[in-house]
């Protein structure tokens, strides 16, 4: 495997350390972009996009995470319909990771997440209130999402990592992941995570939300489960935030 002084000499491609690694990624990235129809040449542009807004900022902030101390336990909060009541079995000196919208539902809780993985699908106002407070956004870049990136980095005046789900540009990083949920276990594990409990992850039966496909959602999901499978075997523990 690669080591980290590739990323610090300002080689372009993400050198993991502890999460799934980008040979082992691609090969599922390209998988998941024939079955949903997704363009890989899209997905290279946003990327480039988020690139060109905010590289150094990027590289730095993620260099400062892997120089601080992140839990080796975590809490990832997805989107699901369970995360309300989940929410109390959370406490103040957890590790908090929010996948995207669950930002705007620990806000409402008076929790601050540490961490927030987004692709800019939720309440962003919310999220950019959190990275001002205090939060680190992991931004992620595809093909669908250029224009809210092009509305909405610049917003972002805290700390901010870019993603991305296929090779990776300067500054740009792809720890592996799909949808909001997998991809911010898949960060944590990166960051050294070890356990990591679930709220409001619905991956046997997701909720229904208007204008949205139950079938693409539960496509979604499958691959939310098998990339969490892939976490499983690499050691990470997981659990439901309730069992915690």
Known sequence: MHHCEGRRSGRQLHLGREGIKLDRWLPLYHEICLDFGFSEAEDERSARLLSSMIAGRSTR????????????????????????????????????????????????????????????????????????????????AHGDN???????????????????????????????GFTDGDRAACVMAELGAREIRLAGFELAHPSEKPGRSMEIKAMKLAWAERILEMLRKDGVEFSAVSQG
């Not at 699901?80 to 959370?90: F, P, R």
């Not at 993985?117 to 919310?126: F, K, M, Y």
Request: hydrophobic share 40%; with cysteine; charged share 20%.
């Open 61 to 140: 902030t993620l260099d400062e995470m892997y120089a601080s101390t992140v839990p080796r336990k975590a809490v990832v909060c997805g989107g699901g319909d369970t995360l309300v009541s989940d929410i109390s079995s959370i406490a103040e000196g957890d590790y908090i990771v929010a996948a995207d919208g669950a930002t705007s539902a620990l806000l409402d809780k008076g929790l601050l997440p540490d961490v927030i993985v987004t692709d800019l699908d939720g309440n962003i106002e919310d999220q950019v209130d959190a990275n001002t407070r205090g939060s680190t956004v992991f931004v992620h």
């Open 146 to 176: 250029i224009a809210a990136l092009e509305r909405w980095v610049g917003e972002f005046t805290g700390k901010v990592i870019g993603t991305c789900q296929g090779n990776p540009v300067e500054g740009i990083f792809n720890f592996g």
